[in-house]
């Protein structure tokens, strides 16, 4: 895509503003990190997690980068099995999330806060324009709360009836695949590991369908 193509131009507008964005902070909300989202305007395949953790700050605002102790997401094994590397997809494809900002650590003091009802209804504006930039064919939305801002008509159903599901909106595939945490339970049961194993087969047919 050249950097004159209008969807280039507009993506690089949409970060600039992003960037100066304080509706979380004026609205009394912890900001721990800038605003972290990558990728070119021309991805067709967009990936929505629920928000960056802190480690990815440290990384020059790459998202699913390294985990504590230097160990990559678990993410990174899903998508090659589906058959991108990592160094491809990053080249390629987006990521962004829910809520574009760290939001800090939970008041256990064990992992990240989820961002409240009111934090994903301010970031809407931006993961709305986004969208419409991109135009992406295949939306992966990771963990429940992505699952449900992009499907609402799933919430409250058990993982276990969507992983494994693609739904169709609009043009657009959304592909649910669970929170990729190493301390997720979920993931232990070999019936649930079943159910993405089944999720990774239909990205890689989708991969091959549209040559993404």
Known sequence: MSETDP??????????????????????????????FSGPASAEVMVVGQAPAKVEEGEQGQPFGLRRGGQRSLLWRWLEQAGW???????????????KCY???????????????TERQLCAPWRERERAILRPKVIIV??????????????????????GQTFEHGG????????????????NEP????RVEEALAKLRLLKERYKL
């Open 7 to 36: 969807r280039h131009l507009q993506l690089e507008e949409l970060h600039t503003e992003l960037s100066r964005c304080r509706r979380c902070a004026d609205a009394g909300f912890y900001i721990g990190s800038r605003p972290i």
């Open 103 to 117: 939001p800090g650590k939970s008041k256990s003091g064990k992992g990240d806060r989820v961002p409240t009802a």
């Open 172 to 187: 657009v595939t959304f592909v649910p695949l669970p929170h990729p945490s190493g301390v997720s339970r979920w993931l």
């Open 85 to 99: 590397s990592e160094a491809e997809f990053r080249a390629r494809h987006y990521f962004s999330a829910i809520t």
């Open 142 to 163: 990771v963990g429940r709360i992505a699952i449900e801002t992009f499907l609402p008509e799933l919430k409250g159903r058990p993982l276990e009836a969507i992983i």
């Open 191 to 194: 019936e649930n590991q079943a």
